[in-house]
């Protein structure tokens, strides 16, 4: 109710992307079908987009152990350098861990596959892709737990895989931009520090707002986040979504961010009920000079960085972390 009418604010390749998003997977959208169908709808969708984009140099899948078992993961070496770090013939090299997004429900290494190779190959790191586990079945905060296990890992035996484990950052879209942030949050409270968490590249996330003038006026079925649609997400992901909110490792505005925060690139979609999280977000690491650049890319939606193949925004997006990622590191 008094929604703005996003169809017809959006631009005209996003248009295109939601006229060729209806004939790959039709509402993969719908949560009335089930968490279980939505996820084949999910990868069915993805499927095309992960298509192309930069080939690696090494691409390795392997499992880091965890606090429930061992994590799948996919490291994405993007350089001859980067490569060669691996085999222990040239230095260790500064790498991303990546926390793909889907609501905490959906997602796994495929379905960002691509998204990590064009970050990969602009910020020219490795690149760490991490496949926690997913709500319902595994309840908040085990997904917090184990991205932050894999960069406890990669900190402690990252020489193992040609990587600098004292320069990590973490990227993420959606719910894993969330994760990577909670996860920053999380070492630093319960796992004796993160200052080896160097950066930040968080695109689109939900950060711990439950109200905002975004949310109000935006989300529908072109993103799937209506109130209703939100709410079913919050329930999936905790077994009392009031949990979340008194929890800083889910409502992450709870955390001191005046101390020991990473440099921050935050990027926002025009049309994104999670729009105004980022600003928060961003506005407080201003306040507390925290190295920040707020983005707000015109005329998308949610989950835009999917589609490199059509979609200067999610290119340009991926782009502009990677500069500022480089910045920060000294690259």
Request: proline content about 5%.
């Amino acid at each position: 109710m008094n929604k703005l009418d996003v169809l017809s604010k959006i631009n005209p390749q996003m248009k295109a992307v939601l006229a060729k998003e209806d004939e790959l997977a039709g509402d993969a959208n719908d949560t009335s079908v089930g968490f279980e169908q939505m996820r084949k709808n999910y990868v069915a969708g993805r499927a095309f987009w992960a298509e192309g984009g930069p080939v690696m140099v090494e691409q390795l899948d392997a499992t880091v152990a965890g606090p429930y078992g061992d994590i799948p993961v996919r490291y994405y070496y993007p350089t001859e350098a980067a490569a060669a770090a691996l085999g222990g013939a040239a230095p260790a090299q500064p790498a991303i861990v990546y926390v793909h997004g889907g609501g905490f429900v959906l997602g796994n290494l495929d379905t960002h596959d691509r998204v990590c190779r064009v970050l990969a190959d602009h910020a020219g790191v490795p690149v760490v892709a991490v496949d926690y586990r997913l709500s319902p079945e595994a309840k908040f905060p085990s997904a917090v737990e184990e991205v932050a296990a894999v960069a406890a890992y990669l900190h402690e035996q990252g020489a193992k895989h040609g990587i600098d484990g004292e320069r990590l950052s973490f990227a993420g879209d959606s719910g894993g931009a969330h994760l990577g942030l909670a996860a920053t949050m999380y070492l630093r409270e319960e796992r004796g520090g993160s200052d080896f968490v160097k950066c930040c590249l968080l695109y689109y996330g939900w950060f711990g707002l439950t109200d905002s003038s975004s949310m109000r006026l935006l989300g529908g079925p072109w993103d799937g986040l209506t109130e209703a649609e939100w709410q079913w997400y919050m329930e999936m992901y905790a077994n009392d979504p009031a949990e979340l909110m008194a929890s800083p490792y889910a409502n992450l505005f709870l955390n001191d961010m005046e101390h020991d925060m990473p440099a921050c690139y935050i990027a926002a979609a025009e049309y994104d009920p999670l729009r105004d999280d980022s600003a928060t977000l961003a506005a407080i690491c201003e306040q507390y000079g925290t190295p920040v650049r707020h983005e707000v890319f015109e005329g998308v939606i949610h989950a835009f960085l999917h589609y490199t193949k059509m979609l200067d925004a999610a290119n340009d997006a991926l782009e502009h972390g990677a500069i500022f990622y480089r910045q920060q590191l000294g690259l």
